[in-house]
């Protein structure tokens, strides 16, 4: 709990010393006080004075010792005080305890401390019901002034208060937050490297395997059966071609480029320039005025133009790709199609669904089927980042 000193308002506490000195000052001056009053009143405001740093300010920690004996002696220099300096007193009273103990304590404290003023009025003063019952009503309006301002301040620091508690639990749950998402990383790359394994092992493995099988057949019958052999030569040399092409395909997926920021159509013309060789003649142009494109648009663009040219190499019998990239207002959009022989109504595999999730955690949307001319027909779109 913070201390009385932060808790108190700066200019509570500026009334409260003006006002001591205001009495001091007024009390040194006066030439018809006698001795033993002014000790009496030079006792009453150092006790004030040393209960002043243990009053507390902040709604629910005040102490109703302490707020009463400070009310008490308040009291007291008001009637000796016979000034209209030492109302100002009361108030910063009547403001502590709106302050420290809300504004129902307050209203009580405030109906009390009128009655009695009013009563010490008549019985000890001597003034009229009239002249009382005015006096009474002013301290009354500068009560409820005084505890209107000390429930606006209990307002604001409630406010204050749960705004720093909705702050902390924001941040603890941007940490949550990116914990799970650091999470989710490390299991989409130990997806990703389980297909990589279960691609290489199907494709890669499967072709060594008869590779292998081949040059035994080969070593084996090298005498006897010569043409056989250089039949198992020859298709070990194309097996082999084609398991190089699988690792390099596997390669290009682990090690894209970087795309430090660069323009869309550099980047996707690069990634087509990685397949020269393997028989698809791929097509990149892009319509629109080009506009830079942030990471993680980038890296979506990327991967769909990538897994768009691995089907087509994989499963389409086709030998060309046409990828086109469109600018348009508030959105992205690319499109990639080949001229195979499409899906056939067969689901899509797992580089496709992995893809559509990325697109959707993108806000953008994923097509994939069979295009109307033949072939299979890939498109992205991506809206513009706010």
Known sequence: MNGSGEDRPRLIGALFWGCLASIVVL????????????????????????????????????????????????????????????????????????????????????????????????????????????????????????????TAVNEARSARDRADRLRAELAEAHQELRRHSERAHELAVAEERVRMARELHDSVGHHLTVVKVGLENAERWREREPEAVWQDVRQAKTLTADALQEIRRVVRALHPPRLDGGRGGAVLRELARTFRGTGLDVDVTVRGEERPLDEERGIVLFRALQESLTNALRHSGGSRVEARLDFVPGAVRLSVTDDGRGAAGTAHGFGLTALADRVRDAGGVLHAGDADGGGFLVRVELPEPA
């Open 27 to 150: 009390h040194l001056v006066r030439q018809d006080e006698t001795t033993g009053v002014r000790w009496l009143m030079a006792g009453l405001l150092i006790s004030i004075v040393l209960l002043w740093p243990a009053l507390r300010w902040r709604q629910g920690s005040g102490r109703w010792a302490v707020t009463g004996a400070f009310e008490l002696l308040a009291v007291i220099v008001g009637a000796l005080d016979g000034s209209g300096v030492s109302l100002f007193l009361i108030l910063i009273v009547l403001s502590n305890i709106t302050l420290a103990f809300g504004l129902r304590a307050g209203a009580i404290n405030t109906g009390v401390l009128v009655a009695v003023l009013f009563a010490m009025q008549i019985l000890a003063v001597h003034r009229s019901p009239a002249e009382a019952a005015y006096e009474a009503l002013a301290i009354a309006l500068y009560g409820i002034f005084v505890m209107t301002l000390a």
